[in-house]
């Protein structure tokens, strides 16, 4: 709010949050609850990737994909936008994983083309059909990466459950929109 730095002690995830009890040190305005909801999703993840796969590279990328996932998430409900600078290391950052973890870079990269291919289709025949966009970029290109991250096999489960989500999600918005519209 008041644009001052924050000091390396106020900047501990959870701790200087609990600590300077949500507000900013400098002015004293309070911080979103969204902030601390944030911070415990990145503790999660870390923790979770930690128990999955001991401390290894292996749960060092796990938690990279899941706290950029987290990040997009939040930008993405506030802005409707995610940006390539997140986005884009993904992609990467999954042929890695795939090629050490996974079947292989080959795989990889059939996951990342397959899933970018489809979500783009999907686009531009919903543009097509109904003269809007229906998918952001930022939308296919994070396809695109999380199939680098699956591989080929796992597309079809990916972009079911994805579109199994956002039909309920958006169903959950459509019926509070029309609650409080009436």
Request: charged residues 10%.
């Amino acid at each position: 709010h008041c644009k001052a730095p924050v000091r390396w002690h106020d900047n501990i995830p959870l701790l200087s949050f609990l600590l300077l009890r949500g507000h900013c040190r400098a002015c004293g305005h309070r911080f979103g609850a969204k902030y601390l909801l944030l911070e415990l999703g990145g503790a999660v993840a870390g923790a979770l990737s930690v128990w999955l796969f001991g401390w290894s590279l292996e749960a060092g990328l796990c938690f990279l994909l899941l706290a950029f996932l987290l990040a997009l998430s939040a930008i993405d409900l506030e802005e409707m936008l995610l940006p390539d600078l997140l986005v884009l290391p993904l992609l990467p950052a999954g042929l890695l994983f795939q090629s050490l973890y996974g079947d292989g870079l080959t795989d990889g990269i059939l996951g990342a083309v397959a899933a970018f291919a489809v979500m783009w289709a999907i686009g531009a025949a919903y543009g097509l059909l109904r003269h809007a966009e229906g998918l952001g970029g930022g939308d296919v290109k994070l396809a695109g990466a999380l199939g680098a991250w699956l591989g080929i096999l796992k597309i079809p489960f990916f972009l079911l459950s994805a579109f199994a989500v956002g039909v309920v999600v958006m169903g959950g918005v459509l019926l509070l929109t029309r609650r409080q519209g009436s």
